[in-house]
């Protein structure tokens, strides 16, 4: 009996953990939402206008840098000192830092001189939030089982989809509170969510060797990192992720106002947002039964499909049903591309594999701000 409950406990989610990583995730979801508010206005109020097009540029490079070094740097501290949370943990203070000196800077109304430190606090917060992101979703291996990935990252999707649908009364909040109590509550909010992670997750590595025991382990040492795979199903979905988000609220409120008058974009975006966090947890069974490669490159077809569909069709009904489409698939992406790059990276280089996926999530997104604020697009 005792040996069928440690078998039970072994193939079971932590739900502990994985909770405690869905809420740092929704802290940083939460957090960029607040630097997209904030940023322009900031620089428009301290008359930093001139420098939009270079932090823009400095975000996107960073945003795609960062992710892999944070991770090469989280397997070294977990091999070396037998796990990752001393790149977590540094990450998450420098990032509550950086807030908390962004509000003393904006509460002390700073003057000509001080007010230069702003723009540099914007590019160590940049940093700061790319630093732990990645070392601390890799993470997800240690308390999911490999045939539960997909469900984790479901939780994940949820929180992640949740938070954004509720942009425009999060984004109603930040403005009521305003701008230094916002970045306050920002670095607050990591630090506790990464102070409950550390909390909960330390005892998987309080063993006798004090070394970290994934659950989703593949294989050791026998299996090559694919990485320009891993890189290859980033991408994918930070394209999926940069149309639905930039290009789809647009191009929707044209084409389905023949439908419903006055249809707004950003509804039918919260719309798509609601529909993958309902059908993340069932899509994530799916995904489990047809496998994660089969079903992320079913995904990727008909995503591709649905894309060009809604750009191309004029038939309100047509784009409708493949908005619907967009968003089914989208979801099976969310769920099965983190966790395939995850099982197809060398166990020695997790965490770095995890950034190099990252790194092609944020890719096309930074490509895209940088061609706009150039007049490119």
């Not at 406990?9 to 953990?17: D, E, G, H, P």
């Not at 000192?81 to 830092?97: C, E, L, T, V, Y």
């Not at 909960?200 to 659950?215: A, G, T, V």
């Amino acid at each position: 009996m005792e040996a069928l409950t440690l078998n039970q406990k072994q193939n079971a989610i932590q739900w502990k953990q994985l909770l405690s990583l869905a809420a740092l995730y929704g802290s940083v979801v939460i957090g960029w939402i607040a630097y997209q508010q904030y940023q322009p206005k900031l620089l428009v109020q301290f008359k930093f206008t001139d420098f939009t097009f270079l932090l823009i540029v400095a975000q996107a490079l960073i945003l795609t840098i960062t992710p892999p070094i944070a991770g090469r740097m989280g397997d070294r501290f977990r091999l070396e000192k037998g796990h990752r949370i001393p790149i977590i943990a540094a990450g998450i203070s420098f990032a509550a830092m950086v807030f908390m000196a962004v509000a003393f800077t904006l509460f002390s109304n700073p003057g000509e001189i001080v007010k230069w430190v702003l723009p540099i606090l914007i590019v160590f917060w940049l940093i700061a939030m790319s630093i732990f992101t990645s070392p601390a979703l890799s993470t997800m291996e240690l308390f999911t089982p490999v045939d539960k990935l997909p469900k984790a990252m479901a939780v994940l999707t949820i929180v992640a989809n949740l938070i954004y649908a509720l942009e425009p009364v999060i984004v109603d909040i930040i403005d009521f509170i305003g701008a230094p109590l916002t970045f306050v509550t920002g670095g607050v909010v990591v630090f506790i969510s990464g102070y409950a992670l550390k909390r909960n997750s330390l005892h998987l590595f309080s063993n006798n060797d004090n070394k970290e025991r994934p659950m989703a382990v593949f294989t050791l040492d026998t299996q090559k990192s694919r990485r320009g795979y891993i890189f290859f199903l980033g991408i994918v979905l930070g394209i999926a992720t940069t149309v639905m988000f930039n290009l789809f609220p647009a191009v929707l409120e044209r084409k389905l106002n023949v439908l419903v008058e006055n249809w707004n974009g950003k509804i039918l975006l919260v719309d798509m947002l609601l529909l993958s966090a309902i059908l993340s947890l069932p899509l994530s069974n799916l995904v489990n039964r047809l496998g994660m490669e089969k079903s992320f490159w079913i995904s990727l077809v008909l995503i591709s499909v649905s894309t060009v569909s809604i750009f191309f069709f004029q038939s309100a009904g047509v784009v409708l049903i493949m908005a619907i489409v967009y968003a089914i698939t989208f979801t099976s992406l969310s769920v099965s591309s983190l966790p395939l790059a995850i099982r197809n990276s060398n166990y020695y280089e997790k965490v770095f594999c995890v950034g190099i996926f990252f790194s092609g999530v944020a890719l096309p997104d930074g490509i895209l701000e940088v061609l706009q604020a150039s007049g490119i697009l």
